[in-house]
């Protein structure tokens, strides 16, 4: 799998600016057990470089894309992270071996279940589950390092956008559901945001409780 998300990487670096993604991202998409955050007659295809149906019409993200939005995060070691759709855990597995701790809301509660357990059972103890309108963020832990969204608005949500830090970054698609694109957001140390367009995707839409 590791070696599918270099020479993806590698075929579209022109258009991401990242023809090489970082080895500790690499490392990590390595060692987390994608097949452990799967359903159990799908884990023959774990390590293929293709997204995956968990129910409920949601999917577990390509590992081409989760590496490359982990790498455009650019995180540290201490860095609180907001993640928005948990799914079924995957994708906040890969960010909490990367960061200090990892804030995740789903919408879906079933998904949100199915994730605690896998990741208890897996021993994580830095990633922080609850269920909820991801739309609206984590008020209560903000603001964030870091912001990770794993569904797609059609406009990046202001309340997402006031959670992170100055300073900070989020990687968010967003966009109709036939022209979305990966977004980088980055907020100045004066609160200043820029967006820059990465790349097309296609991602579920955010679910919201409006």
């Not at 989760?66 to 790498?71: G, Q, W």
């Not at 609206?136 to 794993?150: N, R």
């Amino acid at each position: 799998m590791v070696e599918q998300i270099a020479l993806h990487a590698r075929l579209v670096g022109e258009r991401t600016g990242r023809a090489e993604l970082t080895s500790e991202v690499m490392a990590v998409m390595g060692r987390v057990p994608r097949h452990e955050f799967v359903p159990l007659e799908l884990r023959q295809f774990a390590y293929l470089d293709t997204p995956l149906p968990i129910g409920y019409e949601k999917t577990i993200s390509q590992p081409f894309i989760v590496a490359l939005m982990t790498d455009f995060l650019q995180l540290g070691p201490d860095d609180r992270v907001l993640e928005i759709g948990t799914g079924l855990g995957y994708q906040a597995a890969v960010l909490a071996n990367l960061c200090n701790h990892v804030y995740s809301v789903e919408f879906i509660e079933e998904l949100a279940r199915g994730a605690q357990r896998r990741l208890r059972d897996i021993g994580y103890e830095n990633i922080q589950l609850k269920t909820g309108d991801g739309s609206v963020g984590w008020v209560e832990h903000a603001p964030f390092d870091k912001i990770l969204v794993a569904a797609a608005p059609e406009l990046v949500p202001t309340s997402l956008l006031n959670q992170l830090k100055p300073g900070g970054r989020m990687v968010v698609p967003a966009g109709i559901e036939d022209a979305q694109q990966l977004m980088v957001v980055t907020k100045s140390a004066q609160g200043q945001l820029t967006m820059t367009e990465i790349l097309p995707v296609r991602f579920s839409a955010l679910m919201t409780s409006n």
